[in-house]
């Protein structure tokens, strides 16, 4: 079992930056990769980035120059770093433990954090 919790979600204006963590706990050594996804309200959740056990990273087209996810190993934590924030990036962020399928694509495990609101004002 793995266990998530986010933190650092909030209220910012559009231009602003946050940065949000993800502390993993538990079965940590089976965790392959992890990603950020977001759902805006009546939307679909989708993946934002994602960051392999080694570092590699990708991302949404749209978010693609502004936000950087980034992991610290010997705290079990990834980051995302978000900058330049557009009101389009309102959502709850959620963190996400899996792994990586054919061509790196993110596949996500049954891992799920509690969720982090973050919300952009024009």
């Known amino acids: 079992q793995v266990q998530l919790v986010e933190s650092g979600g909030g209220l910012v204006q559009a231009g602003g930056s946050l940065r949000l963590s993800c502390a993993a706990s538990?079965?940590?050594?089976?965790?392959?990769?992890m990603g950020w996804f977001r759902q805006a309200p009546g939307k679909q959740r989708e993946l934002v980035a994602r960051?392999?056990?080694?570092?590699?990273?990708r991302y949404l087209d749209s978010v693609k120059g502004r936000f950087t996810i980034s992991r610290d190993n010997a705290k079990n934590t990834i980051y995302l770093q978000m900058n330049s924030l557009k009101s389009e990036d309102t959502a709850v962020y959620y963190c996400?433990?899996?792994?990586?399928?054919?061509?790196?694509?993110?596949?996500?495990?049954?891992?799920w954090g509690q969720g982090t609101q973050v919300t952009v004002s024009s």
């Open positions: 996400n433990a899996g792994r990586l399928g054919i061509g790196g694509s993110y596949l996500p495990d049954d891992y």
């Open positions: 538990g079965s940590t050594f089976s965790i392959g990769a």
């Open positions: 960051i392999s056990r080694g570092g590699s990273t």
